[in-house]
């Protein structure tokens, strides 16, 4: 549809667009990225034959954009300059119109029923059909650049070329405008180039992205060849990471600040737990990166305060998500603010160790009730499962881990946990071998991520050997705990 041949240009004497090339086909949206001044709306008005290359060519369907008239390339082609303020008195109605003028033969042409269809479904995309009588000087910035995204889909050219296209709009704006256009481009064959601000927006949507540095091409290629950390790093000269997205197979980024925090000093030990009548809680002054399996807040994120709490066997309620965070607040706790798992153990009983260690040292925390500790290896043959019984493991280390050591951690403190139940010989009551856990265990894994910055957490690292030994010896403990109770 577009293709970009060695293309150079600029202003006069200043050269600032340097050999660029590449094709979008039909159906396709490309997004361009690069730094403030790199030369995209350069790019853009020499693409859209505003200014002329002083080298290579634009073609459009392999016709070279030199040889269409002005109507021609209208029809082919609509560009959406960046945001005009400069919006003359019309009605949105009258200034959507506009993009219909390509499409108007002669002097005495009229207003066909195509013109209005046209005109119609655009402002309903945009959501501005409601402003249809509004003058567009009434309008604010994100409904002006609304009614000027109608305009050019009014244009119903094959190929748009906007700048910035969300500038302006707020985030569901943002999102109703890409889904509507990204909707064009799969189900309509609409072709689209965009100049884009925001990394994660076009990562998101786009098909391709060209990623520019001083008017050159510093990357090209799908969202994840281009949104690297270092070669974000490098062109924007800002630090980044990467990240998956929730939901899509796209990278997304974060922005790294350089500020010192005012408080430097983050450890945590024994002393941050405190015992409730019906739990036991690690409460910190400041918020710890935590990985965990729990009941509230699961997964990974950041939180001051862990709570495991007991609740009767008989425990048995249909939205337990709700009754949980209701129980947190009435405890104190922010519900935004803790990660929350349950047992049918007596918390009380919560067996709590500290190790020193050259990084810093590690806390752990462990209950266990195992009248349904099962063996994973077996648990396929079994059908009915023991509701009560649970392990819950809590390792709380002062140091920076990596995501990889979180994970690792994970591991390690998941096998200390199996051995333990091997020492204490646990049994499967239903395929009569070894237990490797309960069938609703629970382990958080949290950092303070200050002090000694550690990728690893397997057994070859000294955290790795500390969550083995510690989390084996809490649950040992535990277990003894347990049975001890039992025998009573
Ligand atoms: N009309 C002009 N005449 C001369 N130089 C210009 C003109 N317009 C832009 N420039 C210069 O060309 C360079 C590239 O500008 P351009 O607007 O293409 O960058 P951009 O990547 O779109 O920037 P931004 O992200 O800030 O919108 C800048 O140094 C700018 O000062």
Redesign the pocket.
């Known amino acids: 549809m577009l293709k970009v041949e060695h293309i150079s240009g600029?202003?006069?004497q200043?050269p600032?667009i340097h050999d660029i090339s590449f094709e979008v086909q039909k159906g396709e949206f490309l997004g361009i990225l690069?730094?403030?001044?790199?030369?995209?709306?350069?790019?853009i008005?020499i693409i859209s034959g505003i200014i002329k290359p002083s080298s290579g060519r634009v073609f459009i369907d392999g016709t070279p954009i030199e040889k269409l008239s002005k109507r021609q390339l209208a029809k082919k082609m609509t560009v959406l300059p960046?945001i005009q303020n400069n919006a003359f008195p019309a009605t949105v109605r009258e200034t959507v119109e506009i993009g219909r003028y390509p499409h108007q033969t002669g002097f005495f042409s009229s207003w066909s029923e195509e013109d209005e269809k046209a005109v119609i479904k655009a402002m309903e995309l945009t959501d501005v059909l409601k402003y249809q009588d509004t003058n567009v000087e009434f309008l604010s910035g994100g409904e002006r650049q609304r009614v000027f995204i109608a305009q050019a889909l009014a244009q119903s050219s094959e190929l748009l070329i906007l700048?910035?296209p969300t500038n302006h709009l707020d985030i569901a704006h943002q999102k109703q405008i890409l889904d509507m256009i990204r909707r064009e481009v799969t189900e309509h064959g609409l072709t689209v180039v965009a100049?884009f601000?925001d990394i994660n927006l076009a990562s998101l949507y786009c098909d391709h992205l060209l990623l520019?540095e001083a008017?050159r091409m510093k990357a090209y290629g799908e969202p994840h060849e281009v949104i690297i950390e270092q070669q974000l790093m490098e062109v924007y000269e800002a630090r980044i990471s990467t990240q998956a997205h929730p939901e899509q197979p796209k990278p997304q980024m974060a922005i790294l600040p350089d500020f010192e925090d005012e408080k430097k000093e983050k450890t945590v030990s024994l002393s941050n737990i405190q015992m409730g009548a019906d739990y036991v809680a690690f409460i910190a002054d400041f918020p710890l990166k935590v990985l965990s399996s729990a009941v509230h807040n699961a997964g990974l994120g950041w939180y001051r305060t862990f709570i495991n709490r007991t609740v009767p066997p008989e425990y048995d309620i249909e939205n337990v998500q709700t009754e949980f965070m209701q129980y947190i607040m009435n405890n104190g706790f922010s519900p935004t603010n803790t990660v929350g798992m349950m047992t049918a153990v007596d918390t009380k009983k919560a067996v709590m160790k500290e190790y020193p260690a050259s990084f810093g040292s590690l806390i752990v925390i462990v209950t266990a009730g195992i009248g349904g500790a099962v063996d994973v290896s077996r648990a396929y043959q079994q059908t009915v499962f023991q509701p009560i019984g649970t392990i819950n493991t809590w390792v709380i280390i002062n140091g920076k881990l990596s995501d990889e050591a979180f994970v690792q951690g994970m591991m390690t403190a998941t096998e200390a946990k199996s051995k333990a139940l091997q020492t204490e010989n646990v049994m499967d009551k239903w395929s009569n071998t070894i237990a490797t856990g309960t069938p609703t265990d629970s382990l958080l894994v949290a950092a303070t991520q200050h002090g000694k910055y550690m990728q690893y957490a397997g057994p070859i690292t000294e955290v790795g050997k500390m969550i083995g030994k510690g989390v084996y010896e809490a649950t040992v403990e535990a277990i003894r705990i347990y049975k001890r109770e039992m025998e009573q």
């Open positions: 600029g202003y006069q200043t600032i690069g730094p403030n001044g790199c030369g995209k709306s350069t790019l008005k960046q700048d910035e100049v601000h520019m008017g």
